[in-house]
């Protein structure tokens, strides 16, 4: 079996090309997995969408994204309702059983955090019967702490698997992210515990650059070229049981700018280095 046969990209590490685009990169470079994120499915359509991936024979190891809980309203709620469950059919129609979900900041202008995690747990168990009905599971993925306010109010993983608790494992997952997570005293135990409850959903790399970009959302690179420990954290993902696809997500806008064939060889030789020995 191959080197890369865990290897996935998710396209948001070469933004500028189409799904079409990414999917031909990837079969280029032996890549046999793809994350595609909603908006590149939506430009091309979702039934078009879905038979360029099969009939390239790749896998979809997710489908991003779904969540953004947190609306105090009612119509705001029904929105974000209505939209998860679209990404829910959407990830049926791609044969992919893992939609990510950012679960959102703060509404605008409040303060109440306590508030706004419980509204996340709310809207949760609103999606799970559907998410189980159509055999998708739901991945809560924690972001690193400087995103809570706009983006995700989870930030450990020990909260994503405390919010996973109440519903079955096949319909809520975890993600582990490297860029979010590496920093967590507790990460160690928390991995090992997710792999006990069966909620490793994906296991998502890259690295956390310093300094911070101006725009800190653009601070993820290349395995290698930050502070992650990717031995350590691989190791535990790996001891904790999980054998699935391992995706490559970078934000970063000089990778962006950069040849998308050019930067496909740049990730395999990463994750040939970095991460694969300890997978």
């Not at 993925?141 to 993983?157: F, K, W």
Request: proline fraction near 4%.
């Amino acid at each position: 079996m191959s080197g890369f046969s865990r290897l996935s990209l998710n396209s948001a590490t070469t933004k500028k090309w189409t799904l079409a685009q990414a999917v031909e990169g990837c079969v280029a470079a032996g890549i046999p997995a793809i994350g595609p994120w909603r908006d590149r499915v939506h430009e091309l359509g979702l039934e078009q969408a879905a038979k360029l991936i099969q009939d390239a024979g790749l896998r979809v190891s997710s489908l991003c994204r779904g969540g953004f809980l947190t609306a105090a309203d009612a119509e705001g709620q029904a929105a974000a309702l209505a939209d998860n469950r679209a990404a829910i059919l959407e990830a049926v129609a791609l044969n992919t059983q893992e939609l990510f979900l950012v679960v959102g900041g703060l509404a605008p202008g409040e303060r109440d955090v306590v508030a706004a995690r419980q509204r996340v747990a709310d809207r949760l168990a609103d999606l799970v019967p559907f998410a189980q009905e159509n055999g998708v599971r739901l991945v809560l993925e924690p972001l690193h702490p400087m995103y809570a306010a706009d983006r995700a109010l989870i930030s450990t993983l020990g909260q994503a698997l405390d919010l996973a608790a109440p519903f079955d494992a096949a319909t809520v997952g975890v993600a582990v992210d490297t860029f979010h997570v590496w920093w967590d005293p507790e990460l160690q135990a928390q991995i090992a515990r997710a792999g006990r409850e069966n909620r490793i959903a994906s296991y998502q790399v890259c690295d956390f650059n310093m300094p911070l970009a101006a725009d800190p959302l653009l601070s993820r690179g290349y395995m290698g070229d930050g502070v992650v420990d990717f031995a350590t954290i691989g190791s535990w993902v790996r001891e904790a049981g999980y054998t699935g696809d391992i995706e490559v997500e970078i934000f970063n806008q000089e990778i962006w700018d950069t040849d998308g064939n050019q930067v496909l060889e740049t990730v395999k030789a990463r994750y040939a280095d970095l991460v694969l020995p300890y997978a």
